[in-house]
T-cell receptor, first 117, second 119 residues
Framework: AQKITQTQPGMFVQEKEAVTLDCTYDTSDQSYGLFWYKQPSSGEMIFLIY??????QNATEGRYSLNFQKARKSANLVISASQLGDSAMYFCAMREGQGGGSYIPTFGRGTSLIVHP | GAGVSQSPRYKVAKRGQDVALRCDPISGHVSLFWYQQALGQGPEFLTYFQNEAQLDKSGLPSDRFFAERPEGSVSTLKIQRTQQEDSAVYLC?????????????????FGQGTRLTVV
């Protein structure tokens, strides 16, 4: 079974608008971490934001925020005020704790985001 | 340099040829990962090192794949007798802490990858 599911192969957004990229995850661990990475055409994976399973507040980093709904096992990335430079692949990843899960970060298949001027 | 460095950036190999991909992690980083990323897919885990110890190689697709990190810094991923299905981007990442013992929010820093094309 897929541990990380990203159901949107591609998303389009108008410049300056907000966009939500979906991510659901599957784990039986109580302790886990969720990450979002951006991969521009240059190929490098750039860390954006982290959410821990015990964090009570949604993570925010500048224009990035994470809509964490633990009961639904979802960790959607919200990008506000989209910019042309946000056009890239976006990957959701999870790292599980020591309760039998894998501590190696596991990635989803990604969502391609295109920002239109 | 300050980041993770991978070389070569691009490699074209004839089917059956052996290749070696190099990763220079961030200095002092304990953890080092190799991932394989096929076109249009997410990174798939290959192997993990904690210093010089290869703690997990469960993702290596066959015994043609071999990785080492003999002094706990630079790592090499070697693929013997390359086949067309080995064509992919090979990503290396490093992290300051041990994945097994570190904090959950330990971030992995990635290199730009090596794009391998087997013809």
């Amino acid at each position: 079974a897929q541990k990380i599911t990203q159901t949107q192969p591609g998303m389009f957004v108008q410049e300056k608008e907000a966009v939500t990229l979906d991510c659901t995850y599957d784990t039986s661990d109580q302790s886990y971490g969720l990450f979002w990475y951006k991969q521009p055409s240059s190929g490098e994976m750039i860390f954006l934001i982290y959410q821990g399973s015990y964090d009570e507040q949604n993570a925010t980093e500048g224009r990035y925020s994470l809509n964490f709904q633990k009961a639904r096992k979802s960790a959607n990335l919200v990008i506000s005020a989209s910019q042309l430079g946000d056009s890239a692949m976006y990957f959701c990843a999870m790292r599980e704790g020591q309760g039998g899960g894998s501590y190696i970060p596991t990635f989803g298949r990604g969502t391609s985001l295109i920002v239109h001027p | 340099g300050a980041g993770v460095s991978q070389s070569p950036r691009y490699k074209v190999a004839k089917r059956g040829q052996d290749v070696a991909l190099r990763c220079d992690p961030i200095s002092g980083h304990v953890s080092l990962f190799w991932y394989q990323q096929a076109l249009g897919q997410g990174p798939e885990f290959l192997t993990y090192f904690q210093n010089e110890a290869q703690l997990d190689k469960s993702g290596l697709p066959s015994d043609r794949f071999f990785a080492e990190r003999p002094e706990g810094s630079v790592s090499t991923l070697k693929i013997q007798r390359t086949q067309q299905e080995d064509s992919a981007v090979y990503l290396c990442a490093s992290s300051l802490e041990s994945m097994a013992q570190g904090t959950m929010n330990t971030e992995a820093f990635f290199g730009q990858g090596t794009r391998l094309t087997v013809v």
